[in-house]
């Protein structure tokens, strides 16, 4: 995905890697899927050392079960293993790290809890439930005054992070009054404090204010059906699955700056309606980032605030990423808006442009305007469209994954044996094909196509392949069998291989071939046939594919371009040895680009 060892190695990766370390653990795990040059960088100790705690060893020094890092390689290996919950101070809580922003997590246990009559057998039980973290759970057996309060205090977390309270709990089959009236919830951190009415049984509640509903109605008693629609819209919270079969009730949400405001303060109360209550069953309240509810949250969440990757220079994350490639690029661009508007600054797209591409653009057949308000972004990616150049013989594009130079030789451009001959090859214009005209071969024994190219057009330390563009018309015959022979030479290499134009019309030839042996009853001459032609079949190594633009290409041979000092690039096909006549072949030309991309 780079373009060179030449431009990876201007940057070095602890210089990315701080980069990264400034952003947080969800943007760096999208960073090390971009390219190879970054995923170096984000495996690396130096990004999630930063994405530790400071007080991570001691914090599992606590841990009811001793944890053992010895197995684990890396910091990013600690790093996940402390993302799953840690039983800690006697299995009081449990303690993990929030995977998207490397943020401390707690859940107090309802041990750790102060709930009102907890210890009346009357009113509350405690049992053990395998599938709580807990070794107990409270069950509200019954009671009319329901008062849960926990605290935590706010240095244990961490700094400049939104959290928010979550009630973690079960109601059993037999619950009743957990819904109406709702309940009260709160959470205080130092001199600020937010309340929210809040509803621990939904369905229970619109059960029992609809029956409200319907005595109103039934007695006439439309201010009290009034009070009771005006109480349901005042409720804002209310309970979510978890993944762990639990459920989740948001108590609220609060700021921890500096760490410094003392203790945090969540409660959950219900004293005003004297309702009986029961099958309430409680694991604990647990403390995690508050997630982000809309986009932009999102973005802030990933860039950190101030403190993060705004430390970095946009100019110096704009000219890492020009050191990539355009298709890293355009990923880094979705990853955060840090990144985003150094990915699409012209310091990045004016390096993936070729020095020469205002020279390429004059030379267009039809003249290519840009507005003075297009980007050198916009520019890139027009011209990764194809435009006609030099008299319309050849046509220039840029590859959009790489950046690298792509032409086209037209069927006019390109040296074809008798293409001036009437009787063996005529000349067409289709409305499919980017060029005036096509060759079309009506009958020739002598198949010879060749192409050049000078090496200097094309862009350094880019590997190339060369490709003819071509179809086959319903009358075509002699394509497939025998094979051609295609060769590409620059400088002094050179590769050949053997290819088929209409692999099916080769099969078809030798079926042929066979079935006439065997009406003959030559049995020896066919196992000597069959032979020869099945080791000639296993010599083809290069068969057409299709085009997302209806025409078929077949690879010609793949080279590379160091400085581009190598002269001309040779280019060629040929079928010269069989004698059989063919026809039906269609060219449009010769198509050179980097290799595998298409």
Known sequence: MEKGESRRERLPELCVAHAISLTSPRVACRLSAVSTTFHAAVTSDTVWDRFLPSDWQSLVSRAVHPVEFSSFSSKRDIFFRLCDPILIDDGKLSFSLDRSSGAKCYMLSARELSIMWAESPGCWSWRCLPESRFAEVAELISLFWLEIRGKIESRMLSRKTAYAAYLIYHTSFNSHGLRYPSQEASVKVGVHSSTKLVCLQPIDMLSRMHAQ???????????????????????????????????????????????????????????????????????????????????????????????????????????????????????????SAAFHGAATSDTVWDRFLPTDWQSLVSRAVYPVEFSSSSSKRDIFFRLCDPILIDDGKMSFSLDRSSGAKCYMLSARELFITWADTPQYWTWECLPESRFAEVAELIDVCWLEIRGKIESRMLSQKTTYAAYLIFRISDVSHGLGYPPQEASVKVGGHSSTKTVCLQPSDMLSHMHARRASALFGYCVRCRRLMITAEAEEAEEVDGAPQARYDDWMELELGEFYIDEGDDGEVNISLLEMKGGDWKKGLIIEGIEIRPKNNR
Request: one cysteine or more.
């Open 213 to 335: 509903r319907a005595s109103a109605l039934f007695k006439y008693h439309v201010s009290y059906r009034k009070e009771a629609a005006e109480e349901a819209e005042e409720v804002d919270g209310a309970p979510m699955a978890r993944n762990d079969d639990w459920m989740e009730l948001e108590l609220g949400e609060f700021y921890i700056d500096e760490g410094d405001d003392g203790e945090v303060n969540i409660s959950l109360l219900e004293m005003k309606g004297r309702k009986r209550k029961m099958g309430l069953i409680i694991e604990g309240i647990e403390i995690r980032p508050k997630q982000a509810r809309n986009r932009r949250q999102i973005e802030r969440d990933m860039e950190l605030g101030e403190s993060g990757i705004e430390r970095l220079p946009e100019l110096c994350v704009a000219h890492a990423i020009s050191l990539t490639s355009p298709r890293d690029a355009c990923c880094l661009s979705a990853v």
